[in-house]
Every structure is written in C-alpha cells, then in structure tokens.
C-alpha cells in the first residue's frame, strides 16, 4: 500500500506530512516508556523482520497481491508507540534505498501505514484483552482479529486522504468500495502473520511481547514435593541473557532469509492499491520517484544482472540498514528515559 509521489496534491501531502511528523514525536517520548535494556534491541530487530516480511508479496486474487502492512505486529510485540517509530524507519528506508512510496508522499505512508494501523489494530488488542482469557492462545487470538482489521482501516484512511487531495476525479464510493473490498482479503495474510509471529514470540519469551505482559507466571521451585514461589532474588538473569540473544539472532536470520531467498518467489503481481489504482484511474498523474536513480531502486543491486542475486543482496542490504538505523534510534530513545530511573539510582549517578 506504498502511495507514490503525484497520487494526492501537494497541499494535502504536506497536511500528512505534518500530520506523521507529529505522530513521530509524540511517538518518540512515548517510545521511552515502553523500550528498557530487553526490548530496545527486540524493536531494531522487529523493524528489520517488518522490512523482509513487506518483501514477500502474497496472491490475494486475481491479478493482485498483497504484503504484510505490520503496525499490529510491531504494536503488539514492543508497543504502540515504539510500533509507530517502527514502520516509521522501515518505509524511509523503502523510499529512500528502494524508491518504494514517494518521497512527497511519506507523511501519507507514515499516516496510513503505520499510525492508522498502530491505533487501530492496538486499540481493538487492548479492548479483547480485557475480555479474553489471560492465557497465551487468547492473546494470539486478539492479535490475528486486530491486525485483520488494520488492514482494511488503513484502506479507509488513504481513501479519505484521496477524498481530500486525490490528483485524479474519481467517484470516492468507486475507490472505497475496491480498495476496503481487496484489502479485507490482504489482511487475512496480514492477521495469519502477525498471529504466528505473535504466537511464536510468546512461546518462547512471553516477558519480551508488550502486548501479552502478565502472561508470566513467578518462577517455582519444587521443595519436599511442594512448588513454591521462588525468592524474589533468584538469580535468572544469565539464562535470560541467553534467550533474548537466542532469540534475536533467530529473528535475524529469519529476516535475511525471508528478505535474501524467499522474498524471489514472491507474487510479481501489483498490490492492492497498485492494482486498484490502474483499474480506477488513480495513476494518471503519477510522478517519477526521486530516488529512481538509487542503486538498489526496484529492490535490485545496480549491475547485478542475475535477477535472483540482484534481489537476494538488495533485501540482505535492506535489513541490515533497516537494524541498524532502526537500532540506533531505539537505543537514542532508551538512552533518554532517565526521569524513569529510580530514584537512588538518580542519586547515586549525581555523587
């Protein structure tokens, strides 16, 4: 659902741009509650899954495509706000790199695909949390039915924007109607990714997903036949250390796979917006993307001429510029959450 530069007019761009701008700030003092030394790292590495998963487009119908938007996946796993600086990172990087969504248009990506189904697809999590089970199956329940519905609120959003400054006349109802209608489809693989990565996260380190917090039981130790209550100062940082590096570096393989082998078996047909866009008239007054002349444009490495290494280094490039970027605002981030410190620990540092 990348918007290229010349879909929606200039006045209405700058609108969104202002409008993710301010979403990013916001985001950005937010992110310092949700991020601590454990789930700093993770969100780098979500983004960077994000980024390889949006590689792997999927056939939806005929003709068309479609491919994991994520903000219910990032807002569930390392929180809403953090999710939003997350998709952030991931469609500057596409435009940037990869001229994938207008440069002009990014306050509208940013907009559409990240803040819209951040908010949406957390606060209907939120809303079945509280009437679900507590239990890890009913958590992973409540993220495959919000990220199903992200998908089509986003579809909503960018049909207001094109309402308000489409560059084309178009009966709205004719573009609602087609792009709720393909995108209700798309976001049937959206919420069986987000379910399984969700799901799978939890299994392993249900402490690290932000959306399932209070799933975890207090560690028990068997005495004289009887489970207790482990003291409060039982040592399990070693073996906690150990998982989350497993568990990153399971991530990151995953990404490079996805984004360097998998990502060339994907669906070559148009996405939902692209298709929706030909069929309805949308395009016409498209613009050449800025970044056209990139030497990784179209999601290629320039003079790589095997189409399948082309593709395969340009996404292992992708992720790792992704983490890395996306590592370093989230560690920036973390870094300034020192009015949450403790209060002796503050003292202590001013000695």
């Not at 790589?304 to 996306?326: E, F, K, P, Q, Y």
Request: aromatic fraction near 6%; include cysteine.
């Amino acid at each position: 659902m990348h918007v290229p530069d010349g879909f929606i007019n200039a006045p209405v761009s700058a609108a969104a741009g202002v409008v993710a701008a301010g979403a990013v700030a916001v985001s950005l003092r937010g992110a310092r509650r949700e991020l601590d030394e454990r789930t700093a790292p993770l969100a780098g590495l979500v983004a960077a899954f994000i980024f390889a998963v949006q590689m792997l487009n999927f056939p939806v119908a005929a003709g068309t495509s479609g491919h994991l938007l994520g903000g219910a996946l990032a807002a569930i796993l390392v929180g809403p706000y953090t999710g939003v600086l997350c998709i952030s990172v991931v469609l500057l990087m596409q435009g940037i790199l990869f001229a994938d969504g207008g440069l002009t248009a990014l306050g509208v990506n940013i907009t559409v695909m990240g803040v819209t189904t951040t908010v949406v697809s957390y606060a209907l999590f939120r809303g079945l949390a509280t009437v679900l089970p507590r239990t890890r199956r009913s958590t992973t329940a409540a993220a495959f039915v919000a990220a199903l519905i992200s998908v089509p609120a986003a579809a909503c959003a960018f049909t207001l924007i094109y309402w308000i400054g489409g560059t084309t006349d178009i009966p709205i109802g004719k573009v609602l109607t087609a792009m709720v209608g393909v995108h209700i489809l798309i976001g049937i693989g959206e919420a069986v990714i987000t379910g399984l990565t969700v799901g799978a996260v939890i299994a392993v380190r249900p402490d690290l997903v932000h959306g399932a917090r209070g799933l975890t039981s207090p560690l028990k130790l068997r005495i004289d036949g009887e489970l207790v209550d482990a003291p409060a100062r039982q040592s399990v940082a070693p073996a906690a250390a150990r998982s989350m590096r497993g568990l990153w570096a399971t991530g990151l393989v995953t990404a490079l796979v996805l984004a360097g082998f998998v990502s060339f078996y994907a669906s070559a047909n148009p996405d939902g917006l692209e298709k929706v866009a030909a069929d309805k008239g949308i395009d016409k007054k498209v613009e050449e993307h800025t970044a056209k002349d990139s030497p990784l444009a179209d999601y290629g490495v320039k003079d790589v001429s095997d189409a399948r290494l082309s593709g395969g280094l340009a996404g292992v490039i992708g992720v790792g510029a992704t983490i890395v970027v996306g590592s370093g605002v989230f560690w920036a981030v973390r870094r300034r959450r020192t009015p949450d410190a403790p209060a002796d620990i503050r003292t202590k540092a001013t000695v």
